[in-house]
């Protein structure tokens, strides 16, 4: 679940339902004028059509393009959270009224970010996932909306511009929520492995993937610069016991960071 604006790409994806919907009550009445075996042949091609139209919505044949951004200077008010990822924010969610998600939803100032550290998959028990969900807010943050976080005792912390690789995708129903970390974050290895960066050398340090949500759009990235030490230090939950994957990936990087941290030998030649 993630934070979607009224008015959004929600309403559009219900508009577009609506012409489908007129397109194929045409296409049955078409049908009924048809013979038996040309009635299925086209049965199956209309529903052929819908579920490729379906999958495009939910970004199925999205590649996520990975691009270098600037972020900040934000406001960060958060949470730290310990479960796993599909209730995770629906949890965090579940902290403010309906009047209060209205008005941070009018706030445009406001960005939905999480702070995800774990990955499922690696650990024992995928319930014991950490992560801080929160709003990154810009200077013009309004003052109803400080109210509401300083209210739930949201954790505050100011954040210096920092640069990412970053990779988005539209949101056009709550579906791209669960499609976008499948898409977008094996993009950014890829990316990772071409610029020759490494975002977890520092063996001592786990950087978290973070997520920001607009509501039109959900995105997806991994700072590179010192920001990335805070965003490091923010989750106060013990590492998770790792299972058979997650150690071969720890001991993988490791060895990384050992050999980014040897020093390079230059040859040289005697002329």
């Not at 900040?72 to 924010?89: E, I, K, N």
């Not at 400080?146 to 954040?159: A, M, P, R």
């Not at 039109?216 to 010192?226: F, K, L, Q, S, V």
Request: proline share 4%; aromatic share 16%.
């Amino acid at each position: 679940m993630g934070f979607i604006r009224y008015g959004s790409m929600s309403f559009k994806l219900v508009i577009f339902i609506l012409l489908l919907g007129n397109i194929g009550i045409g296409a049955g009445w078409w049908l009924a004028y048809l013979d038996t075996k040309c009635a299925i042949i086209s049965f199956i091609a209309f529903t052929l059509l819908y579920v490729f139209i379906f999958a495009w919505i939910v970004g199925l044949f999205t590649k996520g393009n990975v691009e270098k951004k600037e972020r900040g200077p934000f406001t960060f008010y958060y949470r730290p959270a310990q479960a796993g990822y599909d209730v995770m924010s629906s949890n965090f969610f579940d902290l403010f009224t309906k009047d209060e998600l209205i008005v941070l939803c009018a706030d445009k100032s406001l960005l939905y970010m999480g702070l995800y550290y774990d990955d499922p998959y690696s650990i024992v028990n995928p319930h014991r996932c950490r992560g801080c969900l929160g709003f990154v807010a810009t200077p013009q943050l309004s003052e109803a909306s400080k109210d509401i976080f300083e209210s739930l005792g949201l954790v505050k912390i100011e954040l210096n511009k920092w640069t990412a690789l970053e990779a988005s995708m539209n949101i056009w129903t709550q579906l791209s929520y669960a499609v976008a970390p499948m898409k977008l974050i094996p993009a950014l290895f890829t990316e990772f492995e071409k610029e020759h960066i490494n975002p977890f050398a520092n063996i001592n340090k786990e950087y978290p993937c973070y997520e920001m949500s607009t509501g039109d759009i959900i995105t997806y990235g991994y700072a590179i610069t010192e920001v990335a030490e805070v965003f490091a230090d923010l989750v106060p939950f013990k590492k998770p016991k790792l299972n058979q994957v997650g150690l071969d990936y720890e001991k993988m990087r490791l060895e990384s960071s050992k050999k980014q941290s040897q020093p390079q030998t230059i040859k040289t030649t005697n002329e």
